[in-house]
Structure formats: structure tokens, C-alpha cells
């Protein structure tokens, strides 16, 4: 079968590659259909990811087909289905309290091991969730949406919350737009006025650009000076998770939605006297699937502006190497595979 193979750091090639055997039990074949492109998959591309190992085969944001089943896989041949690429070991501590998203020994395709930037791949039977009428391209759409899904389910905001959802990149827009199907009043804080007039003219979000003035006086002017009752960062920017402190108001809570490699400080005081939550949110979980893809079938999510880019499996070498520079107009990127 045909693969995309990141060898290295920059190197990333077309390869001939066996084909997956027979399913273990359990397990199913699935016959890939379409790959979205995620900011991961830049990252190991251009050798930013923290504990990768090369060669690695990329690719978590899936739909398929299932071409085989293994013994005891509770699936049809030829169903279309969504893969949850957050493989859990089942046993540990996060597994026993239905956390599989932060299991001690995650696997996630396309990081910790391979993924579906090819024409075939394995997975547990558990991993496959039924498309049921979602379009084999929508269905791919689902698992980076979950993500923001999560983070908000994650934050136990109630209607009319006041929120703001730094960084409108595609896990941003996510959720922000999970933010308002939650029924939160919903503003977006970016550096790219691009970026901000896509979220404002396309998806109808309210925006405080940052590249026009501080932050802190831009959410001062947006909540009458009483901050924000719940912020979400999705930026993976250690300066823009620090000052997120400062953005949640008194009784407010913060959630960490993308990941930094640093060490995060704030100023115990200023989190104290708001009596502060902070949550950390992680992946997503079957919930959070389920979640996503009723709310793109009853047309809550505008996919279609979200999906910007399309390539194939063959174009993946040369068009993701251009866009992980070339980021002006591209939301999302889809490889379509079968
Ligand atoms: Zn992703
Ligand atoms: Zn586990």
C-alpha cells in the first residue's frame, strides 16, 4: 500500500508499504477515506514534536471503512465509521475512572505510533464509532472538533456565560463554536486579523484583536472591567496562557485546551481572590464523538467553511510541506485517501 512517511525532521516521502494483515481479535482492518491535517502533524513535520519518534507514519483525524473484522469486533464489513485514535490501555488509574482520553499509556495513531496517512490501518473495534449518515469527509472533521467539544464540556459553564476563547486556529474556532452550541456568549482573542476577520465576517464570533492593542485593556473594554467568567486557551503559547490569568473574572474558571513545553507561573493572590478553577483538558472522549457528530448532522457546525484545503495521499509530501508555512487562508487541510 501507499504511505506518507515522515523519515525525518523536513522529510517527508511517499513509500511503498506492506499492508496490515489480519485483524487481531478485537480488532478491525479499516480502508482509509479521508485525513484532516492537524497543527500536530506540522509539528512533526518540522521536528517540533517533544518526544517523537522517526519515521513516523501521521495522521489521527480519520474516517474509513471497515475492510476486515477481527474476532469478536462487533462491526459490518464496509461500514463507514469515525476512528478515535487515542489508543488506552484500559488498566490504569484514568482507564478505571472512564478517562481513557488520559490514559498513563496512551498511544494516539499518528504520534505515539503509526497513523492513517496511508491506504490502510489497524484498529481496537472500541476505537470505531459508526459514521451513521455523516459523510465520510465530515466524519474526519470530528475528532479535532471534539477537542474544543471537551474542553467546554470540561469547563462546566452554564448558558450565557460570558467566554473567551484565545486563538482562533482550527482547535480554537472548534471551540469557540462548541462554546456557542453550549449556549456561552462567545468572543475570540487573536494576533492575526486574519484569522479574527474569518471568525467574525464567516462564523459570526465577536473578536478583540491583540495585534492592536493589550490584551488586558481589550477584555477590560469587552466585560465593563469585570473579566471574562470562563477563558479557554487554545494557542499553545506559554506568554498567552500566563496573561490568561488575568482575562477570567472573580468566581471565573481558566481551561488549558492546548499544551506548552514550559513551566506555567501566575501570581497566587491574583488566582486566590477570584477563587480561580483551573482545569487542564486533554483529547476527548467518546461523549465528546458522540457530541460532534449529532451536532454536524443537525448542521450546528459549518464544516464547509472550515475545510480549505484538500489534497491526495500522493500531493500530502509537497502540499504539507507548503502549508506548514504557507498558513494564509488555511483553516483546515484534508487529505482525501480512498
Ligand atoms: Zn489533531
Ligand atoms: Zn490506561
Not at 480488532?27 to 512533526?44: E, K, L, M, N, P
Not at 450565557?160 to 474556532?173: E, H, M, N, Y
Request: with cysteine; aromatic share 6%.
Amino acid at each position: 500500500m501507499k504511505a506518507v512517511v515522515c523519515r525525518s525532521p523536513g522529510d517527508l516521502v511517499l513509500e511503498d508499504r506492506a499492508a496490515p494483515g489480519a485483524p487481531p481479535p478485537g480488532w478491525a482492518r479499516v480502508a482509509v477515506s479521508h485525513v484532516g491535517i492537524c497543527g500536530t502533524d506540522y509539528h512533526i513535520f518540522e521536528g517540533k514534536h517533544p518526544f517523537l519518534a522517526y519515521p513516523r507514519i501521521m495522521g489521527h483525524e480519520v474516517s474509513g471503512t471497515v475492510a476486515e473484522r477481527g474476532e469478536g469486533a462487533a462491526l459490518s464489513v464496509g461500514e463507514a465509521v469515525i476512528i478515535n485514535p487515542y489508543l488506552a490501555c484500559g488498566k490504569c488509574i484514568a482507564c478505571r475512572h472512564g478517562k481513557p482520553n488520559c490514559c498513563v499509556s496512551i498511544e494516539v495513531l499518528g504520534v505515539h505510533r503509526d497513523g492513517a496517512m496511508c491506504d490502510e490501518i489497524l484498529v481496537p473495534a472500541q476505537n470505531l464509532y459508526p459514521a451513521n449518515g455523516l459523510s465520510l469527509a465530515d466524519a474526519a472533521a470530528v475528532e479535532f472538533l471534539a477537542i474544543g467539544a471537551h474542553a467546554v464540556r470540561r469547563s462546566l459553564a452554564s448558558p450565557g456565560q460570558r467566554t473567551l476563547v484565545i486563538g482562533a486556529g482550527p482547535i480554537g474556532l472548534g471551540t469557540a463554536l462548541f462554546a456557542r452550541i453550549a449556549g456561552l456568549d462567545v468572543s475570540l482573542l487573536d494576533m492575526s486579523a486574519e484569522r479574527l476577520g474569518f471568525a467574525e465576517s464567516e462564523l459570526g464570533f465577536a473578536t478583540l484583536d491583540g495585534s492592536k492593542a493589550p490584551a488586558a485593556d481589550l477584555v477590560r473594554q469587552a466585560t465593563g472591567g469585570e473579566g471574562f467568567d470562563l477563558v479557554l486557551d487554545a494557542t499553545g503559547n506559554t506568554q498567552s496562557v500566563q496573561s490568561a490569568f488575568a482575562h477570567v473574572a472573580h468566581g471565573g474558571t481558566l481551561v488549558l485546551v492546548s499544551v506548552v513545553k514550559d513551566d506555567i507561573t501566575f501570581s497566587d493572590p491574583e488566582f486566590h481572590k477570584r477563587e480561580m478553577t483551573l482545569v487542564g483538558s486533554r483529547n476527548a472522549l467518546r461523549a465528546d464523538f458522540d457530541h460532534v457528530a449529532a451536532s454536524i448532522r443537525n448542521g450546528a457546525v459549518p464544516l464547509a467553511k472550515l475545510v480549505t484545503h484538500r489534497t491526495t495521499l500522493a500531493g500530502t509530501p509537497r502540499d504539507l510541506a507548503r502549508w506548514a508555512h504557507e498558513k494564509s487562508g488555511l483553516i483546515k487541510a484534508v487529505i482525501e485517501v480512498g
